[in-house]
Structures are given as C-alpha cells and as structure tokens.
C-alpha cells in the first residue's frame, strides 16, 4: 500500500519478487519470515524483472506500519 516509507518504490508496481534480505520468496509466508527475521537497518527486496532492487528503512516502516493500516483501512497486517 501507498506511503511516504515506499513512495520510492512506485516504478515496481505489479513486480515479482524474488527474494528479501537474501531469501527466496515463494509464499506469503516466505514474505513474512524475510521480513520479520531480519534485524539489519534495511530491507532489500530483489526483483524479478531486470534484476531490479528496492530497499526500504525497516524502522521507518515497522512505524509506518499502523499508520498505513489506518489510512487503507485495514483491519490487522495478516490473517494466518
């Protein structure tokens, strides 16, 4: 969703990605684990497409977080 944390990531729309912080991302849950097992001070999410990167501050969108759900109206981040 939309917000000032990823607004840098907006050419990636409708992008696969292929891997998170160095892992390879087959599922939801695969997402998931990349993300919340990496204490680094970012994310980098690797592309599929032209061998694309993103990389996004993890402390700036763990407290973006609650604020993006708010504004999409989002009830809770997942549903396992």
Do not use: C, M
């Amino acid at each position: 969703l939309d917000h000032e944390v990823n607004a840098h990531l907006a050419w990636s729309r409708n992008e696969v990605v292929e891997r998170v912080n160095g892992k390879t991302v087959r599922s939801i849950d695969d997402l998931i684990a990349a993300i919340e097992g990496h204490a680094g001070d970012f994310h980098l999410l690797e592309l599929a497409s032209f061998g694309r990167l993103g990389v996004i501050d993890r402390r700036a969108a763990d407290q973006a977080n609650p604020e993006i759900l708010k504004r999409y109206g989002v009830s809770k981040d997942r549903q396992l």
